[in-house]
């Protein structure tokens, strides 16, 4: 099959969306993104589902000299999940891993703070939680989400997202009740090799994607 490059996470959210809506999930339906580059993508799910959205606050522990690669991850609830197979490539990494997951806390806590600004976190008690994220390269930050929303309460949990190496799906096929993945490639290298525009979104981006679909599923007046 000719690999899928996407214009951006918009319209990969939208394809993405439509594979979600023949799955006929069982209702009600919560979408969750993975801040940050998870949100646009998430949005489209939201809106095509009739779902509100949310953010999953997870954070990718980075191996030292090589961020980009995962050693493992953190998640809201205190869930760290460890990436053995990483660890046991590069031995000793269990002092860095305690150092860089303390740092890693800190700047999810503040996402916390920035991006719900003073709301709580959506109840997932019985759910359908919808985990959507731009790609899944190693699979540990979404492996995290996954876990935290099982811990939230969620009922069936469903990992979604454009693009996931073969690695990554294994991983999460494992304790997802299903995952939606466009397509599995047999080398992934990086994300944003599937994207034409593959920008770094800041907060405020974040923030007005959440806003707008608060508002978007505020009750309309009469």
């Keep these: 099959m000719r690999p899928l490059i996407f214009p951006d996470r918009t319209e990969a959210g939208a394809a993405l969306a439509q594979s979600l809506l023949a799955r006929r999930l ?13 949100v646009p993508v998430a949005y489209e799910v939201a809106r095509t589902l009739g779902a509100p959205l949310d953010v999953m606050l ?6 030292p000299g090589q961020p980009e690669l995962a050693m493992g991850a953190i998640a809201s609830g205190g869930i760290v999940v460890h990436e053995a197979e ?3 490539s590069f031995p000793g990494l269990a002092a860095a891993f305690d150092q860089r997951a303390a740092a890693e806390r800190r700047e999810l806590e503040r996402r916390e703070r920035v991006y719900r600004d003073g709301l709580p976190p ?7 939680a919808v ?32 693009v996931a190496s073969s690695q990554a799906a294994a991983l999460v096929r494992a304790e997802a009740d299903a995952t939606v993945l466009l397509q599995t490639p047999p080398a992934l290298f990086a994300i944003g090799a599937w994207y034409q525009d593959f920008e770094q979104l800041d907060d405020a981006q974040v923030c007005r994607l959440l806003e707008r679909r608060r508002q978007e599923m505020a009750p309309q007046g009469p």
């Design 86 to 88: 990483v660890e046991r």
């Design 58 to 63: 997870v954070r990718k522990i980075g191996v």
């Design 131 to 162: 985990l959507v994220d731009d790609g899944l390269a190693t699979g540990a930050t979404m492996l995290a989400a996954l876990r935290a929303a099982r811990q939230a309460g969620a009922g069936p949990v469903i990992v979604a997202a454009p």
């Design 122 to 128: 959506l109840d997932l008690t019985g759910k359908t």
């Design 26 to 38: 069982v209702p009600p339906v919560i979408v969750l993104a993975l801040p940050r580059g998870g």
